[in-house]
C-alpha cells in the first residue's frame, strides 16, 4: 500500500512515457495523466528521468514539488470519488462547476495541505472536521 518516494515519482514517470508513446493506459493511470495534462509547466522536468527521480524539493528555497502537487489533485479526487469525509463530494462539485475543476482543486487543496500540516506539526491524527469547516468557507 506504501510506497517509496522513488517509487511514486517512477509512477508519474511511466504515465509520462506512456502519454508520449501514446499507449493505452489502466485506469488510475488515466487519472494521472490527466493531471500530467493540466501542468504542462512540468512537462520538461518529467523529461528528465534522472532529476525528477532524485531532486530533493526545498519549500524555503522555493521549490514546489510536482509530485506533492500532482498527488493532492489525486487526493482530492480519490476524496471526491468517496465522498470521505462526508460531504465531501457536495463541496467538490459546488467548486468545480463554478470555478472549473483545475481552479477549484486548488483552492482545496490549500486547505488540505493546511490540515495535514497541523496534523504532522501537532502530532495528532487529521481533523477532518477542521478540514471540511474551511472547504466550506471557500
Not at 500530467?36 to 530533493?56: G, M, N, V
Request: glycine residues 4%; contains cysteine; proline residues 5%.
Amino acid at each position: 500500500m506504501f510506497q517509496s518516494r522513488d517509487e511514486v515519482r517512477q509512477i508519474y514517470l511511466d504515465v509520462w512515457q506512456k502519454m508520449q508513446a501514446q499507449q493505452i493506459l489502466e485506469p488510475m493511470q488515466a487519472v494521472i495523466a490527466d493531471i500530467i495534462q493540466l501542468h504542462p509547466e512540468y512537462h520538461p522536468f518529467l523529461k528528465k528521468t534522472d532529476e525528477a527521480l532524485s531532486k530533493d524539493f526545498i519549500p524555503e528555497d522555493g521549490d514546489t514539488n510536482p509530485f506533492l502537487h500532482m498527488g493532492m489533485h489525486i487526493a482530492l479526487r480519490e476524496q471526491a470519488s468517496t465522498d470521505r469525509p462526508a460531504g465531501f463530494k457536495k463541496i467538490h462539485q459546488r467548486l468545480t462547476g463554478k470555478h472549473g475543476v483545475h481552479d477549484a482543486e486548488h483552492m482545496m487543496m490549500e486547505c488540505l495541505a493546511e490540515a495535514l500540516w497541523h496534523s504532522q506539526k501537532d502530532n495528532l491524527p487529521f481533523d477532518e472536521q477542521a478540514y471540511m469547516r474551511h472547504l466550506k468557507s471557500l
